[in-house]
């Protein structure tokens, strides 16, 4: 897969994009957790979201925040990682103009970071959201949802626990005119150290009903 370097609000930013050939192929980013808690684009369940996304014929883009690999900066709260998703998702619009779709994908704090991004970019027509750390940040920008998407979170998440996810999804699901999805991984923590297929397999599941596709097994990629 191509290391890339693309220019982000403060310097170069750091990327693995992974294009399909097809010029209108949709496109999806995926963001990776906390930069101060070890996050990283090659965090496993952003390395497992990306080549799901792949397999089911996106072009994918998971890149490092600022201050973090090669990238660029330093960690900004939240505030400069947005505008980096923002240059990450220019990016790939510049590198696939014509792509049919966009969905943003997003795990822990980079969850957060991409249901701001879905409230900016209009052309985003979808959202993965797994396990969004809805103790740890106010979701309450969401008002309304401008998309359909699906939020999954861990039965045993310690950092975001269930009971917190349940009550960000239920304000969710009352909004008009889109259809929240939420799934809980029995046995999972946050980090999916049990139930990494099983999450992996409920994100496919949803992704192949959303765009029509037919039901198969996953198969298993490597980088």
């Not at 999916?192 to 099983?198: F, H, Q």
Request: glycine content about 10%.
């Amino acid at each position: 897969m191509p290391e890339v370097i693309f220019a982000g609000p403060e310097g170069r930013l750091e990327g693995r994009y992974h294009p399909q050939k097809s010029k209108e192929s949709p496109i999806a980013i995926i963001l990776h957790p906390h930069p101060k808690y070890g996050g990283t684009m090659n965090n496993r369940v952003v390395y497992e979201l990306h080549y799901l996304f792949h397999r089911l014929g996106f072009s994918c883009l998971r890149f490092n925040f600022r201050g973090v690999g090669r990238s660029q900066g330093e960690f900004d709260q939240g505030v400069g990682e947005l505008s980096d998703a923002a240059s990450a998702l220019d990016y790939l619009q510049q590198n696939k103009p014509d792509a049919r779709g966009c969905w943003v994908v997003g795990f822990s704090f980079g969850a957060y970071i991409g249901m701001q991004l879905l409230m900016r970019r209009p052309e985003i027509n979808g959202f993965i959201s797994v396990s969004p750390p809805a103790t740890m940040y106010d979701f309450s920008f969401l008002a309304p949802c401008p998309s359909s998407g699906l939020i999954v979170n861990g039965e045993r998440d310690k950092v975001s626990p269930p009971a917190d996810v349940a009550k960000f999804v239920d304000k969710l699901q009352k909004q008009k005119g889109i259809t929240i999805t939420h799934e809980t991984i029995a046995g999972a923590n946050h980090f999916y150290e049990t139930g990494m297929d099983e999450m992996i397999g409920t994100v496919e599941t949803y992704m192949r009903k959303s765009l029509g596709l037919p039901m198969v097994a996953a198969s298993v990629d490597t980088e």
